[in-house]
T-cell receptor
């Protein structure tokens, strides 16, 4: 069964304290791995897509990396405005036509000033 | 902004009543999706559509039906709402260079 597990569930950081969020997945052939950011009361906002092991994507203080079993979202020198829930999702090769995604439960990040 | 709106944004209803949620897109995308989001479960796919009158079930479709009579509108119906359907419902479209999904603002539904 295709599955996505994110850890930790919650993370508290001081402003400027770098850290990483983990997304472990089991899927019958990975078509793509997606990272989203979700602010309270809002819909998820797309951040990155990764397709193959070794791939990296960056956006401001965020960098996403991918291996054959997991993805990491590295947050460098975070600011309070980076506080949000970060969601990871995978698309299996068999779902390429439908675009169906399997989501993890998310990591809620709080960055204190 | 992916041009997705959802209505209503908030709704409180009673057990046993029918409820219809609407998702509207302005960019003519073929694929649309309905998810529910609950604490401890993350986002789970209810139904999706791949064109006008073309729909299919997701992983949690029991108790829900959908319709798509126009490209821009995707309706989610709870025929007889139950308390277990209290949730936040998100609509999404498939778009972008890599066919990623973009989400609407959500509808918070409370079934008493």
């Amino acid at each position: 069964e295709d599955q996505v597990t994110q850890s930790p569930e919650a993370l508290r950081l001081q402003e400027g304290e770098s850290s990483s969020l983990n997304c472990s997945y089991t899927v019958s052939g990975l078509r793509g791995l997606f990272w989203y950011r979700q602010d309270p009361g809002k819909g998820p906002e797309f951040l990155f897509t990764l397709y193959s092991a070794g791939e990296e994507k960056e956006k401001e203080r965020l960098k996403a990396t991918l291996t054959k079993k997991e993805s990491f979202l590295h947050i460098t020198a975070p600011k309070p405005e980076d506080s949000a829930t970060y969601l990871c999702a995978v698309q299996a090769v068999g779902s390429s036509n439908t675009g169906k995604l399997i989501f993890g439960q998310g990591t809620t990040l709080q960055v204190k000033p | 902004d992916a041009g997705i709106t959802q209505s209503p944004r908030h709704k409180v209803t009673e057990t046993g009543t029918p409820v219809t949620l609407r998702c509207h897109q302005t960019e003519n995308h073929r694929y649309m999706y309905w998810y529910r989001q609950d604490p401890g479960h993350g986002l789970r796919l209810i139904h999706y559509s791949y064109g006008v009158k073309d729909t299919d079930k997701g992983e949690v479709s029991d108790g829900y039906s959908v319709s798509r009579s126009k490209t821009e509108d995707f309706l989610l119906t709870l025929e007889s709402a139950t308390s277990s359907q209290t949730s936040v419902y998100f609509c999404a479209i498939r778009a972008g260079q890599n066919n990623e999904q973009f989400f609407g603002p959500g509808t918070r539904l409370t079934v008493l």
